[in-house]
């Protein structure tokens, strides 16, 4: 009996709850496996994806934006094995599981305390309460892979906010086996959308993209690159953040930060009835 030959996974893009391969054909090679290698029009078509997604999702209670990422929680807590056999510590995977959850649990809570009633000086009501920017481009970060990607993901969709995010080119696996996580979930298609391959090829692209809103420049350590991509932003009035290198511990209490930069305050009047 001749030997079997296993078939080799190609890991492929995550663009509107589906998988295809770059529409440029190509890929490259990681840990012995394919991975496709995005390209400017893959990083357009993620940003329509992710477009069309907003509304529903931001329209959702924040009840049920906190009950799909506890899903999401689910579903990576039965896939602990996978992850540590990409490299993952067992410490990595829990950490990564554990965040999704304490994410989720903040979706209903946020707009207590980052919204409320403002006294003025007239008979009126004044009150103010977080909405989501919209799109937001999310460059993840090197190390650690999944802890990481999970850390700029969660903050960002919880509030209602639906991303592009461009993972570490060394570490890619990690983001794409985390996107069968997420199309296994109930996360609606589009909501994030994970592409894979060179920085400097797709992120321009976001950067100057009219229909992102913000760009998350997390994992960009290139200083030079880093500030390409904040000129690019300038011009279309995006919103940056562009965190220190010494914020980067991934480890530590996350806080609010992350969710609150990537909000909106609206403020309504309404005159107090008689």
Known sequence: MSERV?????????????????????SYLVQDSNVSLASRKDARDAVVAARAAVKGWAGATAYN????????????????????????????????????????????????VYGGANPVAGPYFNLSAPEPTGVVAVVAPESPALLGLVSVIAPAIVTGNTVVVVASPSAPLAAVTLAEVLATSDLPGGVVNILTGRLS???????????????????????????????KAAENLKRVLRPAPADHDWSADPGLARMTTLLETKTVWHPKGV
């Open 6 to 26: 296993a078939v080799r996974k190609t890991y492929k893009l995550f663009i509107g709850g589906k998988f295809p391969r770059s529409e440029s054909g190509r």
């Open 65 to 112: 934006r906190g009950q799909i990422l506890y899903r999401v929680a689910e579903m990576l807590e039965g896939r602990r094995d996978q992850f540590v056999a990409l490299g993952a510590s067992v410490d990595e995977v829990d950490a990564a599981i554990d965040r999704w959850v304490w994410y989720a649990g903040w979706s209903d809570k946020l707009p207590q």
């Open 201 to 231: 090829e797709t992120v321009p692209t976001l950067a100057a993209h009219m229909d992102v809103n913000a760009i998350d420049l997390t994992g960009v350590a290139d200083a030079e690159l880093a500030v390409e991509l904040e000129v």
